[in-house]
């Protein structure tokens, strides 16, 4: 990968392939979750080591609430084990951690390693990681609605102070939209992802399963990205 050319600002990743990864080898898909969080760990000092400042990951979908309670509870089981054991060298790094999404629905245990390893981050300033759980696009945008017609209502503004900054000010997290989206496992599609900030978002849609997804594979994705011309409705 050529460093000297332009990293993008913003990465997300789509983490999708865990089951499959599994199945393709006799495993449970428990197993696959397990190998994608290794990955991520790897992956994560790759990608803040290259100098890129925000990565977002999608971690848990509001509507993977569908699946197997057996999968769901494996699932919020590893986020504990993760987020307060196996992420605290986001510390040493010096890396903030946020979250997006709804509380509700997410256990209490999962909620209290959260908000730790927020607070403990809190003050890193060598990038963010940015960790969409219970997150859903469509619902990030409702619960906009409701946050800014409750300040209308409640007279703290009028219809007319509402402008992108407002709106921007109040998603989840106000963070510069994003420059690269990659999801993997060779789905072609976002599934509720950061709708609002993939606007002008260059896509990339590798084949391989998220647990097979190294620092090589994500070198080829900003090589990929360096090659496309962005022009945001403008011409070249
Ligand atoms: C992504 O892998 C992880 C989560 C959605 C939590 P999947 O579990 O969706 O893997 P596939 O798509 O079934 O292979
Ligand atoms: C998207 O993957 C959500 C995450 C990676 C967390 P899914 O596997 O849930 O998406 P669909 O169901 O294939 O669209
Ligand atoms: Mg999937």
């Known amino acids: 990968m050529e460093k000297r050319q332009k990293l993008p600002g913003h990465v997300g990743i789509i983490m999708d392939g865990n089951g499959r990864w599994a199945q393709e080898r006799g495993l449970s898909r428990s197993l696959g979750h397990k190998a994608g969080s290794e990955n991520l760990k790897s992956l994560c000092t790759h990608i803040f080591d ?3 400042p925000i990565l977002s990951v999608f971690a848990f979908s509001t509507e993977n609430f569908k699946r197997d309670a057996a999968e769901v509870q494996y699932l919020m089981q590893l ?10 060298f986001l510390k040493e790094k010096d890396v903030r951690v946020l979250f997006s999404g709804r509380r ?36 990030e945008i409702l619960d906009l609605c409701r946050k800014i017609s409750e300040k209308v209502e409640a007279k703290e503004i009028s219809s007319k102070d509402i402008d992108f900054s407002l709106v921007r000010a109040n998603l989840y997290q106000d963070l510069p939209d994003l420059d690269l ?9 976002i599934s509720n992802f950061m709708l609002y900030q993939s606007a002008y978002a260059e896509y990339y849609f590798p084949k391989v399963y998220f647990p ?17 011309t962005r022009k945001f409705g403008g011409t070249k």
Request: proline share 1%; glycine share 8%.
């Open 104 to 139: 509700e629905n997410l256990p209490k245990e999962v909620l209290r390693v959260m908000d730790r390893l927020v607070e403990e981050t809190a003050n890193g300033s060598n990038g963010i990681f940015h960790i969409c759980l219970n997150y859903g696009g469509q619902t």
């Open 181 to 189: 989206v990659i999801r993997t496992s060779g789905e072609q599609r």
């Open 79 to 88: 986020f504990v084990k993760m987020f307060e054991k196996e992420f605290t």
């Open 50 to 52: 290259l100098g890129i």
């Open 212 to 228: 097979d997804f190294d620092a090589e594979q994500f070198d080829l994705a900003i090589e990929e990205f360096q090659k496309r």
